[in-house]
């Protein structure tokens, strides 16, 4: 990010006479101040710059990004084009996707060439991946020639790597220098990232050797070299690694930043903590956005997208209903010759769908954490399966009594009941077979797990229900 | 964490002649190498401490705390035992609560106040923080005063907040010391912490007037003084702040590390984006394992502590599909005389159901993010209602005309998809005030909403289906 401690020219006199006061954006709550938002749209809608530059130049990244997010997609527009030169580009990098392409898409390709220069490379990676093709290769030739070449090597990793998430500036230097002409060279040289907390060690080829925290250097005396007190980067991430499995080595790990290298070991970037939360956080986002049926949809996505976007789960879902439907058509017969059933048979389904839920959401979260495996899979799947039996069982004591007073008739009692117990069992067999088949072949368990888990509930609910209650009242089937 | 950069001991020369490689412990799929465990289990087994150390000495924490989470209860004493004064107690960070408890449990006190005077203060509060009061005293008054007394204020602070997760030791330094001053400070004092990314700048009575990151001090000459490169700490964190909104805070400014200050402005600690990073984790974890209806669920939790668990949410859904049986009980005259309403009926409870949520899903995730509020809520809910209706109409045209050619009744086709257009509208309805209302009164979202948005749909699918059936067909109803 551009501006890792904003706070770094917080001591600089203010542009203004009546600068904003960012903790004055957010009220109590968290969200957006109802009078901040007020005098900004007021401003936009007065075309007064200068008033709407007061208000907005002092922001955080972020914070503008939020603003840009509260604001109609005209006064998004209006907004960057009377801030002109004062708006921070990287505020792009904080807002939605559909957000971002909206601004985006309505400037000129010379004026994104012009913002892609003020960014670091990270975030110009980042607006950058999005635009087509035609668009990219303008504007990437109207940058200068190492700026050039720099993104267009960041642009050639796969999406979503390392290589597209790593900043291209760092400080390396060689392993023979002393902590004195380190120290010297920091000092002297005008070129340096605008943050950096690691020093990186190379050779005269750029081949990545070690790296040295910040914190070392400062603690050592002048003439000690560098290779003395450099540590070995074990944990150097190969540029096209997938950036989730690069935020899982910075996690379990606890590293802030790591270097980035490309096939041959030479050093090509950095890949800092700030980023890699950011993928954790959209990592954690996605497994419970898909298990609740919908992909990766944005709140700024337009209807028709999100129309589409759930269509295709909904007929999965459909399609599945159907097959729960075709079970009880089954019975149709055992169901006239006896309503409560059509009355009751609802409950096993939806306790069985419930109980499954239950098992497979820690399924998911547990593969998605690594924390189940070959060794304890067995453990995993007799613990569901007794705890199904236990709540099965309870259930099955409730229900029975309920169905049986309800009725008036302790068959049906110990039918429902038998048939919750089997369902139960279902569900825990299901809710956790089901993810680990999915995982194992390599598909997402959090994208598909749901269907399936309900469809077993449902057909197995309906069909012990119905199938025990024609056996045992001896009611024919069609 | 005690041990932030774990490379920083490397390049030592290895303590046996047989040292473990620390990628070997793990396949390529990231799962635990199987011959590697075998060969501790075996040392485990064996009782053979020194074998058991060439395995184990080596690991970084985290590392050490995934093996111990893939042993057995008893392995895992074993495993401490042997260990003896090589055992990296900070690897209790690194497991579930269950295991941890498992293992201080069988701990006498005394040997815990050994291993939490060997770890950094935020580690030894994370491990006595779940310990019995009595248990705990007896562990301070172990240790030597200054810690006593560091621990003791730290777990002062209320469960979760930020000054539990904080590190009591930190680097701070008057204004008036020069960059030259404060670099030879550090190359003198021996009691410094083991990494830092920031010195910290405090008045004689150690109120925080600001803070230097590392990088800004080695770029500049010796005779600058603090005072003038140090910025404003504009988000320092109070102590008694909960870790979720201090988490937030890390996100939204892209912090590495954070002041921490009582109520009187003075510095007490500081907070580093690796514990954030876990704080994340776990509350993104949080919101997915409630929408699925567990709660603060482990996999290593007892058989009966799952049991019970989830008996409560089990509970609040077997009142709810009782509700649901009760609206279809309405109509059992209605369903007797035309059988193919019971085979129907669950079609459009479950495409409501899962319509539901999808919207629900979206609403509490943007809830958790801070991306919905009072300015946008309306914009949302009528994109929400929109986008019901359109898959509404859609899905009612595929199920009405597989319902009619199934049951060669265009009656039935029409009323099944009428009805399910009723439910979509209702579904997203449920799916987005539901959340907004439980958030609202101060209710968590992710807790409770599922149960809501599905009792809502269930009762709609089928009272409309069931009632608009009895009305077209004039069937009667009981």
Redesign the interface.
Known sequence: ?A?????????DPPAAAEPAN?SAIYDA????D?GY?HSVTEAIAADDAEHLKRHVVDL?E??LGDLL??LSPDDRQSLVRLMGADFDYAALTEVDEAVRLQIVDAMPNAQIAEAVRALDSDDAVYILEDLEEEDRKEILEQLPFRERIRLRRALEYPDESAGRRMQTEFVAVPPYWTVGQT?DY??DEDG?PD???QIFVVDPSFKLLG?V???R?????RPATIEEIM?????AIPADMDQEEAA?I???????SAAVVDATQRLVGVLT??D??DV??QE??E???R????GD?E?SDT??T??RS??L???I??G???L??VV??FF?AT??QM??L??????V???GG??G??T???AV??LA????????AGR?IR?EV??GI??GV??AV??GV?AGLWFESWGIGQVIGLALIINMIAAALAGILIPLLLDRVGADPALASGTFV?TVT?VVG?FAFLGLAAWWFGLGSS
Chains 1, 2 share one sequence.
């Open positions: 990010m501006d890792r401690q904003p706070e770094d020219d917080v001591l960012p709550d968290g969200g957006f109802a938002l955080h972020s914070e997010e509260h120290i920091l000092r340096l943050n950096f907390s790296a925290d910040l914190d250097i400062l603690r050592m005396r540590h070995e980067t074990r944990h899982q910075f996690e379990q790990y606890d590293l802030l903590i700030d890699v939360v954790i956080q954690a986002e497994d419970l956005l298990l609740g049926g919908v949809e709140l209807v028709l999100t129309v759930r269509f789960w909904l007929l879902n459909l599945t209903a159907i729960a439907s009880i058509g149709d169901i006239q309503v409560a059509a009355v009751l048979m609802p409950i389904a939806s306790m419930n109980a839920t239950q497979m959401t820690v979260r547990a954490t690594r924390d189940i495996d070959i060794y304890n995993v613990r007794l705890v236990l709540n309870a259930f409730i229900i309920v309900t449902d309906f």
